[in-house]
């Protein structure tokens, strides 16, 4: 079945940075586009980012636009956030998710999510 693996977070203080990765396998990576939402206590999921199936397109939620990129490498199968200038609203469980068909919004398979706590 479909994998995908997150990795990278942890504690950082406000306005550091996090590089985040999203390990995918058991399907065919590069054919789907992918996103990254995450989820602070007590709220609900907040989608964060997506990007095409093969890297050439990208699109952020308003918080986050001009501090995170997200990227992917279709030959290593993996997904990448990279987080600068972090926030302590940033703080969350983050996770990857894949596109059920390419037409946003539709997520059918999530990864276990990565804690990213940035606090002083």
């Known amino acids: 079945e479909v994998q995908l693996v997150e990795s990278g977070g942890g504690l950082v203080q406000p306005g550091g940075s996090l590089r985040l990765s999203c390990a995918a396998s058991?399907?065919?990576?590069?054919?789907?586009?992918m996103n990254w939402v995450r989820q602070a206590p007590g709220k609900g999921p907040e989608w964060v980012s997506v990007i095409n199936s093969d890297g050439g397109a990208t699109n952020y939620a308003d918080s986050v636009k001009g501090r995170f990129t997200m990227s992917r490498d279709n030959a290593k199968n993996t997904l990448y956030l990279q987080m600068n200038s972090l926030k302590p609203e940033d703080t969350a469980v983050y996770y990857c998710?894949?596109?059920?068909?390419?037409?946003?919004?539709?997520?059918?398979?999530w990864g276990q999510g990565t804690q990213v706590t940035v606090s002083s």
């Open positions: 998710a894949k596109e059920r068909s390419n037409q946003g919004y539709e997520y059918d398979y």
């Open positions: 058991e399907f065919t990576f590069g054919n789907y586009h």
